[in-house]
């Protein structure tokens, strides 16, 4: 049986940062307030005149020159991201073209906050058919280029990053091992961008009100990421015969300290054993996840079991088992 197993990783995060302080002169808020709400100190910016793609294609370009492949044996580069640098064509062309994968299919995934586990289930299953060797998948978002820095109460949440894995196929129990994919399309009123798309195209008006940046209501979002995020990640863990003691690692989308918390404790797991840095980026989307797993690359070894969970607009959520496939140093 073929399986797919990550085999490399590569990441970006921008130079700039925003601070909470930063933010307090940009908008009624202080870093007392951000904390306790959301638990972020800080969060990267990538400069206005810079694409979501160039995040990508930094990524890329490091998980090629890491695991020393030729990206011409790179046969699909899928990209999961809400802030393409177009409409069309995909990003996912882009940074192909760019990084040399130049006889690679492509395609651009969207499942917003939960695009990376979506991503890494689809791309796995391009391996396990046989027909396929390598794929990269991408994730990543330019998050500060949809946020209304005048709404204090989702300015503070956002921040731009991307990361990207290497699929190879595997016959030994590594990789990929279960996904729970799930959505509900009743969270459209609480968490979208008004404008922007064929339901609402851009107008003067829809510009001057702001209509093409993050609108959402915290209090839903919150309360059904809570559960969501702690109820897909605990059976998926049950669907895989796991005990608590098995799991190495929890990689949560880095939405907000106290989800994270919450899943946590659900899944009765130290918080040392769960991957964290939303103080030091924020929520950067479809990045989260794999950029905590390229931070924490160093620490893992080959066999570790990491449970991915995620929530996002849609809603879309879902969790991923993924046995670590290397030793990360």
């Known amino acids: 049986m073929i399986n797919a197993v990550i085999t490399g990783i590569g990441g970006y995060v921008p130079e700039d940062r925003l601070t909470n ?13 951000i904390m306790s709400r959301v638990g972020i100190k800080e969060r990267r910016i990538l400069k206005n005149d810079l694409p979501m793609s160039y995040m990508a294609i930094k990524a890329v370009n490091q998980l090629i020159e890491k695991t020393g492949i030729d990206p011409l044996t790179v046969e699909g580069v899928i990209c999961a991201t809400s802030t393409g640098d177009y409409h069309f064509p ?74 990207a894995v290497l699929l190879e196929p595997t016959t030994e129990n590594y990789g990929v091992i279960d996904s729970i994919l799930k ?22 008006e829809t510009i001057d009100n ?62 040392e054993k769960v991957m964290v840095n939303i103080q030091r980026y924020g929520n950067t989307s479809s990045g989260s996840i794999p950029i905590c797993l390229w931070e924490w690359e160093p620490k893992l070894h080959k066999g570790d079991n990491l449970i991915l969970a995620a929530f996002g607009a849609g809603f879309t959520w879902g969790a991923t088992y993924l046995r670590w496939g290397y030793d990360g140093k």
């Not at 930063?22 to 808020?29: A, E, G, M, Q, W």
């Not at 917003?112 to 994730?139: D, H, M, P, Q, W």
């Not at 459209?188 to 798309?197: F, I, N, S, T």
């Open 21 to 33: 302080d930063d933010l307090s002169k940009i908008v009624d808020t202080n870093d007392e307030w």
């Open 90 to 163: 995909p990003a996912s062309s882009i940074i192909a073209y760019q990084t040399g994968c130049t006889n690679a299919f492509v395609f651009d995934l969207q499942a917003a906050c939960s695009g990376f586990v979506y991503l890494l289930e689809t791309a796995a299953n391009y391996i396990r058919t046989g027909r396929y060797k390598r794929i990269i998948a991408v994730a990543g978002d330019k998050m500060t280029s949809i946020t209304n820095y005048t709404d204090r109460s989702t300015c503070p949440l956002f921040g731009d990053a991307c990361g």
């Open 183 to 204: 959505a509900d399309g009743s969270g459209l009123p609480h968490l979208h961008m008004k404008a922007g798309g064929s339901a609402k195209m851009p107008s003067y």
């Open 210 to 271: 702001n209509e093409h940046t993050v609108y959402q209501d915290g209090k839903v979002v919150f309360k059904r990421a809570v559960v969501e995020m702690a109820d897909v990640a605990e059976e998926i863990v049950a669907r895989n015969g796991l005990t608590k003691a098995d799991i190495d690692w929890i990689v949560p989308h880095q939405a907000n300290m106290r989800i994270i918390d919450a899943a946590a404790r659900r899944l009765e797991t130290p918080i």
